[in-house]
Antibody, heavy 117, light 110 residues
Framework: EVQLVDSGGGLVRPGGSLRLSCAASGFTFSTALMTWVRQAPGKGLEWVGRIKSKSDGETTDYAAPVKGRFTISRDDSKNTVYLEMSSLKTEDTAVYYC????????WGQGTLVTVSS | QSALTQPASVSGSPGQSITIFCTGTSSDVGGYDYVTWYQQHPGKAPKLMIFDVSDRPSGVSPRFSGSKSGTTASLTISGLQAEDEGDYYCCSFTNNATLVFGGGTKLTVL
């Protein structure tokens, strides 16, 4: 059974940093493209970015609002994908989900990030 | 990349069929056969309902179907059931190699 567990969310000041984790199990993580999506309170879904597998060069792509501030990485030995967020803004407040593939076939439960002074 | 356009809300009675439209541009929906649809219930993670415009993942009811014409994709739910109530989002690949979601549609089963 595919399982994704998101963690690392919390309260952070504007301008601060935070690292989210997504621990995966139940599938061959090392060959999987992984995606991050966020959802601001009461709002719709927003694609954040993706990381491809090592065999595809671990290439990353990002949405314009987070490019240059967010970094996605992966540790295949730990079956974990990370979202490193810096220079956080109040508008980054959201539930952050990891998901499998570009089709986002499986999702984590999400972790809430609140950016506030 | 601007969000894809979806109606804010749709409604239908049990047993009826409804269609949710998702309008994009030639740079996203119109340019790729890579449209996905998600269902989200309050407080829950989204669930993939349709991928590659019209394919259903294993376990998704055949009452859900997808299609595309030009720059508009659509999700049809036939034989509406109370459990279908929730938010629905479309998503498309774009010419920037990114993905873009629609604004979401709230489905109410009357």
């Amino acid at each position: 059974e595919v399982q994704l567990v998101d963690s690392g969310g919390g309260l952070v000041r504007p301008g601060g940093s935070l690292r989210l984790s997504c621990a995966a199990s139940g599938f061959t993580f090392s060959t999987a493209l992984m995606t991050w999506v966020r959802q601001a309170p009461g709002k719709g879904l927003e694609w954040v970015g993706r990381i491809k597998s090592k065999s595809d060069g671990e290439t990353t792509d990002y949405a314009a609002p987070v490019k240059g501030r967010f970094t996605i990485s992966r540790d295949d030995s730990k079956n974990t994908v990370y979202l490193e967020m810096s220079s956080l803004k109040t508008e980054d407040t959201a539930v952050y989900y990891c998901a499998t593939g570009d089709d986002m076939g499986f999702w984590g439960q999400g972790t809430l990030v609140t950016v506030s002074s | 990349q601007s969000a894809l356009t979806q109606p804010a809300s749709v409604s239908g009675s049990p047993g009826q069929s409804i269609t949710i439209f998702c309008t994009g541009t030639s740079s996203d929906v119109g340019g790729y056969d890579y449209v996905t649809w998600y269902q989200q219930h309050p407080g829950k993670a989204p669930k993939l309902m349709i991928f590659d415009v019209s394919d259903r993942p294993s376990g998704v009811s055949p009452r859900f179907s997808g299609s595309k014409s030009g720059t508009t994709a659509s999700l049809t739910i036939s034989g509406l059931q109370a459990e279908d109530e929730g938010d629905y989002y479309c998503c498309s690949f774009t010419n920037n190699a990114t993905l873009v979601f629609g604004g979401g549609t709230k489905l109410t089963v009357l």
